[in-house]
């Protein structure tokens, strides 16, 4: 069985563009979030996704955006990056329900080292 | 709100030691703890868990259990090995959710 698969895994970008980051789940897996990882922040949490829908959002500005697609694929996006954007964007997926239920285990991908210069 | 504290790193051990990371939670409600290790250069994995209290979770040696008491669920191993070195992380997630809360990490170099 696949492991979650984060596209690309290292990009460089500089101040004031934008960046898209794909993940695909584990195959069957609904549940997709994300997750970004500074040295300063450690491991914060962006978005949660079940079929479509965002269920929680982190503490982000609105710059950073996500989605995901009828096959569960994820994308999130950030717009007018900053220095401190720079950071490991790790995506996570689970076979929670969307019903109420204990926590599943989250299957983390290897993630997305985005350099903004 | 929800929080997690973990001891500061590195920790710094002999071969065969043994482990401690201590992890103390702030939640409302029951939530689900865990812990997770990230390997230089990889992605998190999960380590074990534990999803109410007093359940012990343990794997490849490690253990922790979930003493809603004193909100607490430290780490522990009899014998650390070289290939344990990494980064462990201490989480938590409210009921219904897979929103991860993190504690800081704690850095293990074992040494031969």
């Known amino acids: 069985k696949a492991g979650v698969t984060q596209t690309p895994r290292y990009l460089i970008k500089t101040r004031g563009q934008q960046v898209t980051l794909s993940c695909s789940p584990i195959?069957?897996?609904?549940?997709v979030s994300w997750y970004q990882q500074t040295p300063g922040q450690g491991l914060q949490f962006l978005f949660e996704?079940?079929?479509?829908?965002?269920?929680n959002k982190g503490n982000f500005p609105g710059r950073f955006s996500g989605r995901q697609f009828s096959n569960s694929r994820s994308e999130m996006n950030v717009s007018t990056l900053e220095l401190g954007d720079s950071a490991l964007y790790l995506c996570?997926?689970?076979?929670?329900?969307?019903?109420?239920?204990?926590?599943?285990?989250?299957?983390f991908g290897e993630g997305s080292r985005l350099t903004v210069l | 709100g929800n929080s997690v504290t973990q001891m500061e790193g590195p920790v710094t051990l002999s071969e065969e030691a043994f482990l401690t990371i201590n992890c103390t939670y702030t939640?409302?409600?029951?939530?689900?703890l865990f812990w997770y290790v990230q390997y230089p250069g990889e992605g998190l994995q999960l380590l074990l868990k534990?999803?109410?209290?007093?359940d012990k979770g343990s794997n490849k040696g490690f253990e922790a259990t979930y003493r809603k008491e004193t909100t607490s669920f430290h780490l522990e191993k009899g014998s650390v090995q070289v290939s344990d070195s990494a980064v462990y992380f201490c989480a938590l997630a409210p009921r219904d959710t897979d929103k991860l809360i993190f504690g800081t990490g704690t850095r293990l170099q074992v040494f031969p």
């Open positions: 996570a997926s689970s076979s929670r329900q969307g019903g109420p239920a204990n926590t599943g285990e989250l299957f």
């Open positions: 195959s069957g897996h609904r549940s």
């Open positions: 996704y079940f079929s479509e829908t965002q269920r």
């Open positions: 939640a409302t409600g029951y939530p689900s």
């Open positions: 534990a999803t109410k209290a007093d």
